[in-house]
């Protein structure tokens, strides 16, 4: 991954261990943040699922020093308990925990949501996209003292309509509903949850949904800086959310698009017209 979407090296995150689940490959968001809170001092271990997965996201965690990979299908309670025990016998305890894990059916993504979305794509949709924070979320906090904190990624498909993100904007709204219920839950505890709505980037994910190029040129011209996503953006956010500068929110889904969420029609014209 480009060197520019890390910040310069610090101690943040010193001393604190976290679990980072849904790493694909370079591009991914859930790398940017594992890069910045590397270089940060954090320890990390990361989760996969499947051979070809781990073939790709293994050199990756090497080069930056990281050497715990477990595999983990989310929709499978007995894997999640194995990867939660293999932490606690590793490290004891865990510092936080980045969910970045999601998955519809692409052929139900395009057209309309009422006709083409069937029964068993959506439960998929809902368990793998958001039923897996909650399930990931119960076991990381057991192993979390108080100042423990959990980030997830989101879209904005999740409040507005988009073309071609259907069920999974569906799956991303009950996602950010996890996100304020698991916060009411773990509070007492002084542990933090939150999530990130990333505005459009080059990603897998965004490979995924037809017409992907037209929402990253949208996203660009219709937000107030006119400027892309940026992956150093994304992994600030995080590493502010996750470290002790992030004390006292949570519950909160902070959106890291230059300001694309905020207009409600783009301007057309002189500002001062």
């Known amino acids: 991954m480009a060197d520019e979407w890390v910040f310069p090296?610090?101690?943040?995150?010193?001393?604190?261990?976290?679990?980072?689940?849904?790493?694909a490959n370079e591009r991914s968001i859930a790398w940017g943040i594992a890069q910045q809170l590397a270089a940060q001092g954090a320890e990390l271990a990361f989760t996969y699922q499947g051979?070809?997965?781990?073939?790709?996201?293994?050199?990756?965690?090497?080069?930056?020093?990281?050497?715990?990979?477990l595999e983990c299908d989310v929709t499978d309670d007995g894997q999640l308990d194995a990867a939660f025990a293999t932490l606690e016998?590793?490290?004891?305890?865990?510092?936080?925990?980045?969910?970045?894990?999601?998955?519809?059916?692409?052929?139900?993504?395009?057209?309309?949501?009422?006709?083409?979305?069937?029964?068993?794509?959506?439960?998929?949709?809902?368990?793998?996209?958001?039923?897996?924070?909650?399930?990931?979320?119960?076991r990381a906090a057991k192993l979390m003292d108080a100042g423990g904190a959990m980030v997830t990624l989101t879209y904005l498909g999740a409040e507005r309509v988009l073309p071609s993100y259907n069920t999974m904007g569906v799956a991303k709204a009950a996602l950010?509903?996890?996100?304020?219920?698991?916060?009411?839950?773990?509070?007492p505890e002084g542990k933090r949850v939150n999530a990130i709505s990333a505005g459009p980037m080059k990603t897998l994910a965004m490979a995924g949904i037809s017409g992907g190029r037209g929402l990253l040129s949208t996203g660009r011209e219709w937000s107030v800086m006119k400027e892309d996503t940026s992956m150093?953006?994304?992994?600030?956010?995080?590493?502010?959310?996750?470290?002790?500068?992030?004390?006292?929110?949570?519950g909160e889904v902070i959106h890291v698009d230059a300001g694309f969420h905020i207009v409600g029609v783009p301007s057309t014209g002189d500002a001062n017209e």
């Open 89 to 138: 016998r590793k490290w004891g305890k865990l510092d936080f925990l980045v969910h970045s894990i999601a998955f519809a059916e692409k052929s139900e993504l395009k057209g309309s949501f009422v006709e083409n979305t069937t029964r068993e794509n959506f439960l998929r949709a809902m368990d793998v996209s958001a039923f897996s924070f909650v399930a990931a979320g119960k």
């Open 232 to 250: 150093e953006g994304i992994a600030g956010c995080a590493l502010w959310l996750l470290s002790d500068l992030g004390r006292s929110t949570t």
């Open 176 to 187: 950010e509903a996890c996100t304020r219920y698991m916060a009411r839950d773990l509070g």
């Open 51 to 69: 051979e070809a997965l781990e073939k790709r996201v293994r050199p990756l965690i090497e080069g930056i020093g990281a050497d715990t990979m």
């Open 9 to 23: 090296k610090g101690e943040l995150m010193r001393g604190k261990r976290g679990l980072v689940m849904g790493v």
